[in-house]
């Protein structure tokens, strides 16, 4: 059975302190990691897919790396917009169905 | 990019009564549309994966009496909750996927409330 584990379950950073979210997963046959993004009230926003260990994809101040366990979403010098919730899903074996984990709330203070 | 519709975004239903909601995917067939429910300050629990033409398939604990799901075309599915209750209130998220290839894109969610 696909697992994830996501830590810290809530992080607080001040404005432009950097800091990264884990993304740990046991998965039989990965054949993707997402990363996404919730604000309260609506629908996760597509932000990554990774698909092998030692891939990093970045987009304005994130950026998402993998390993063969576990995944960072590092957040460089964050602002108050991007407090919400990061959502982590992996996609393994021969089914469809993402995984998710708990995610982790990220609140940033200006 | 992807688009996947969602309505209501929020809706409030007496107890007994039942409700639909649509999930439309605009710009691309989905052959394969995801039903997910969302507690408070919780993760997505994966309720049902609807299949275009046919049953959809329930995870374990969902009762598809209670969660009717039908997928009538490559750009709609709807769920619909029958004979709801309080314990019913949630948050309902519905997703596709264009292709193999991209990733999975969610609607923007329905708030039900059961008075």
């Known amino acids: 059975e696909d697992q994830v584990t996501q830590s810290p379950e809530a992080l607080r950073l001040q404005e432009g302190e950097s800091s990264s979210l884990n993304c740990s997963y046991t998965?039989?046959?990965?054949?993707?990691l997402f990363w996404y993004r919730q604000d309260p009230g609506k629908g996760p926003e597509f932000l990554f897919t990774?698909?092998?260990a030692g891939e990093e994809k970045e987009k304005e101040r994130l950026k998402a790396t993998l390993t063969k366990k576990e995944s960072f979403l590092h957040i460089t010098a964050p602002k108050p917009e991007d407090s919400a919730t990061y959502l982590c899903?992996?996609?393994?074996?021969?089914?469809?169905?993402?995984?998710f984990g708990g995610g982790t709330r990220l609140m940033v203070k200006p | 990019g992807a688009v996947v519709s969602q309505h209501p975004s929020r809706v409030i239903c007496k107890s007994g009564t039942s409700v639909k909601i649509e999930c439309r995917s605009l710009?691309?067939?989905?052959?394969?549309m995801f039903w997910y429910r969302q507690f408070p300050k919780q993760s997505l629990m994966l309720m049902a994966t609807?299949?275009?033409?046919?049953?959809?398939?329930?995870e374990q604990g969902v009762e598809k009496d209670k969660f009717l799901i039908n997928h009538a075309s490559l750009t709609l599915s709807t769920l619909t909750v029958t004979s709801a209750h309080p314990e019913d209130s949630s948050f309902y998220i519905c997703?596709?996927?264009?292709?193999?290839?991209?990733?999975?894109?969610f609607g923007s969610g329905t708030r039900l409330t059961v008075v």
């Open positions: 899903a992996v996609l393994g074996g021969a089914g469809n169905m993402l995984t």
């Open positions: 710009d691309f067939q989905a052959t394969t």
């Open positions: 997703s596709a996927r264009e292709g193999l290839n991209y990733g999975y894109t």
């Open positions: 609807s299949n275009e033409g046919s049953k959809a398939t329930y």
């Open positions: 990774l698909y092998s």
């Open positions: 998965v039989s046959g990965l054949r993707g």
